[in-house]
């Protein structure tokens, strides 16, 4: 789908020891690298400017960081392209071709025709990763459900979900039987719920079609 709404193909990426690259060094960038970086990435980042953080990450060997401009025998070896200069369209248009021309998944920042792939906002607390999508409706919204939903699951919440991650594990090496695994780990969730609510702006029609309707 060329523009508009696209609910695309929600997966998750298993990037464990791959060669992944990103383009550019701003505050979109290190974003990028430090949940490739999270997932198990092996990452290099191309940039002639970079923020604190990349350049701190490469001086402890987190990540790769060359200090130029992208150049094509970056994309060597190279599972994934995160592309988080948009102020460049010849550069968009030159990482995008040299991609699809070797079968290299790549995603332009707020670029959905030049990208293979979107990226949602991300809530991460411990293990859990929640993305959140809109469809490119409204990436502002995204950020909001994203903020909002963050202080949902706090510190207790991700010991929480890591204590029956090392749980599960160890039911599965004492209990043979299927039913009496699911029996016990079912009742570690048992009373777990997220309550809320969600409240829209009280004018929310008028004020789109206002919008709708200026000249």
Same mark, same amino acid.
């Given at each position: ?154 510190? /207790? %919440? *991700? =010991?929480?979900?890591?204590? &029956? $991650?090392?749980?599960? #594990?160890?039911? !599965?090496?004492?209990?043979? /039987? %299927? *039913? =009496?695994?699911?029996?016990? &780990? $079912?009742?570690?969730? #048992?009373?777990? !719920? ?22």
């Amino acid at each position: 789908m060329t523009g508009g709404l696209n609910p695309l193909f929600q997966v998750g990426l298993d990037v464990r020891g791959r060669r992944c690259l990103v383009v550019g060094g701003g505050a979109e960038a290190e974003d990028k690298s430090g949940r490739l970086v999270d997932a198990g990435a092996r990452l290099r980042v191309v940039s002639p400017e970079a923020t604190a953080a990349l350049r701190d990450w490469h001086d402890r060997g987190r990540l790769e960081l060359h200090s130029r401009r992208y150049r094509a025998a970056d994309l060597d070896e190279v599972f994934l392209v995160m592309n988080t200069v948009r102020s460049d369209a010849a550069l968009c248009d030159e990482v995008w071709d040299a991609c699809r021309e070797r079968g290299i998944l790549v995603n332009t920042y707020d670029d959905p025709d030049r990208s293979h792939f979107g990226m949602g906002a991300l809530v991460a607390a411990g293990p859990l990763r929640i993305s959140i999508s809109t469809s490119n409706a409204s990436p502002t919204l995204s950020s909001r459900l994203r903020q909002n939903l963050e202080g949902l699951f706090g510190q /207790e %919440f *991700a =010991e929480y979900l890591t204590a &029956l $991650g090392r749980a599960r #594990e160890h039911v !599965r090496r004492t209990v043979p /039987e %299927f *039913a =009496e695994r699911r029996r016990i &780990l $079912g009742s570690l969730v #048992e009373g777990m !719920r997220v309550e809320g609510a969600v409240r829209l702006p009280g004018d929310w029609r008028e004020q789109v079609r206002a919008i709708l309707e200026a000249e």
